[in-house]
């Protein structure tokens, strides 16, 4: 516990030069977060897709062998039988060039939108790992300050209690001013315990993403002045939400690969028309000893006559599919608006919320005072200090957390417009001591 409260104080009062901040903590989960590191594989797995879909549109090269063990017995009408046992053997070389396979060509357009809806998923993924590095950053910041703010509680509970015991000795209050003095040191003290839990909590979280033990971090500058989103129009958010979120392109990106799977689908009652060319050669050792050597080149035209049901149910479900990837789409647009919404209203209250309490801290701190000042001259009993000290730290608390609160909102904003990137993370942090 003494290791925490020293971090905790570490964090709150180090200079620029032993902290890090926001942005080192964004970098080092860049380079170190698993779970943008599996994005990132998926993300350069999806770049395959293209070459994947392009690959049915250009040349097939094949190589066959065979060799065989032949025991013949020739009876020709006319002549001698003859019998014998000889090896015959062959090799061939064939390409094969689609010229008309509708289904590869829409492949093809499919895998480019696949590629593209991997590049989609990964801005993503990167804007979740500043949201994430972001709130853990924050949670840190918060628990210390919860920390010290019970700190400061239990010590000024504590300096109560010495008080209330003297004044009792010296016969000025009861014992039950000492009872209750006494009760709020042992409530401030478990709640230091828990502060401490939770702060330790909030490192681990922290460590889980950059990889590593959290340094000191630097926090907030006093007085700093958070700013309103710009535009200051929620419906302006709102229109960029369902038009720019990267869930709404990833979800366009989807219904486009299913419309042309409705379409590839169908091209299995095409014909296909191939060029093919093939060298070969074949060789026949003792009865007829000889050597062929054949080279060919035409073009061949396959048609689908019956398989069974089977294209037309695929073609069925591929529609079904696309239908489902619409619905899908309208789902993501109303979920982005909504994220928009939620997160402007998060910015503007928490903007309103910071303001009425950092009014709140000076009439805490002017009332707990008013009521060491009274209680010293005997108009405020015990209680009302005790009490003016439990507010000012629950209202500590508080200001300390809608001011969080208020950061992350604006980042949740940008990411429901997609517009969330590194110069968002730059201008946070250039809110933080250095």
């Excluded at 038009?243 to 366009?252: D, E, K, L, P, R």
């Excluded at 503007?348 to 801290?361: F, I, N, P, W």
């Amino acid at each position: 516990m003494k290791r925490i409260l020293a971090v905790c104080i570490a964090g709150l009062f180090s200079g620029g030069a032993l902290a890090a901040d926001l942005m080192q903590v964004y970098r080092d989960a860049l380079a170190n977060d698993a779970k943008f590191s599996a994005a990132r594989a998926q993300y350069e797995a999806g770049q395959e897709k293209v070459v994947q879909g392009r690959a049915g549109l250009l040349p097939q090269v094949g190589m066959d062998a065979n060799t065989t063990w032949n025991d013949a017995n020739l009876k020709p009408v006319i002549g001698q039988p003859r019998e014998g046992s000889y090896n015959s053997n062959g090799y061939g070389v064939q390409l094969t060039q689609p010229l008309f396979r509708w289904q590869n060509w829409v492949q093809f357009k499919q895998g480019e939108l696949q590629t593209a809806l991997a590049e989609t998923e990964f801005g993503i993924a990167r804007q979740d790992l500043v949201l994430r590095a972001a709130e853990a950053y924050f949670n840190v910041l918060n628990a210390q300050d919860a920390l010290a703010a019970v700190t400061q509680l239990r010590t000024a509970a504590g300096e109560q209690l010495e008080l209330a015991k003297t004044s009792f000795e010296v016969g000025t209050v009861t014992i039950t001013d000492v009872h209750e003095a006494q009760s709020r040191f042992d409530l401030a003290s478990a709640q230091e315990i828990a502060a401490q839990n939770q702060l330790e909590l909030a490192r681990q979280s922290l460590a889980q993403i950059i990889g590593k033990e959290p340094e000191a971090l630097a926090g907030l500058r006093p007085g700093v002045e958070l700013q309103r989103p710009q535009p200051e129009n929620i419906a302006d958010w709102v229109t960029a939400a369902e038009a720019g979120s990267f869930g709404v392109q990833a979800q366009q990106l989807v219904r486009e690969i299913a419309a042309r799977e409705v379409e590839r689908a169908r091209a299995g009652h095409l014909p296909t028309v191939d060029v093919v060319a093939r060298h070969g050669v074949n060789n026949e050792l003792q009865l007829s000893a000889g050597r062929n050597e054949v080279t060919s080149v035409g073009l061949q035209l396959n048609v689908p006559l019956y398989a069974g049901g089977r294209v037309s149910s695929v073609s069925r479900e591929a529609a079904a599919l696309r239908m489902k990837a619409d619905a899908d789409l309208e789902d993501a647009r109303r979920s982005a608006a909504l994220a928009a919404r939620q997160s402007w209203l998060g910015v503007t209250s928490g903007m309103a919320q910071v303001k009425a309490l950092e009014a709140a801290r000076v009439s805490s701190l002017s009332a707990l005072e008013a009521n060491k000042l009274g209680y010293e001259v005997g108009v405020r009993i015990n209680i009302d200090v005790l009490n003016a000290q439990a507010q000012l730290a629950d209202t500590l608390q508080q200001l300390s957390r809608a001011r969080y609160d208020t950061l992350l909102a604006q980042l949740r904003l940008k990411a429901a417009a997609g517009t969330l990137g590194e110069e968002d993370v730059q201008a946070i942090n250039a809110l933080l001591t250095h």
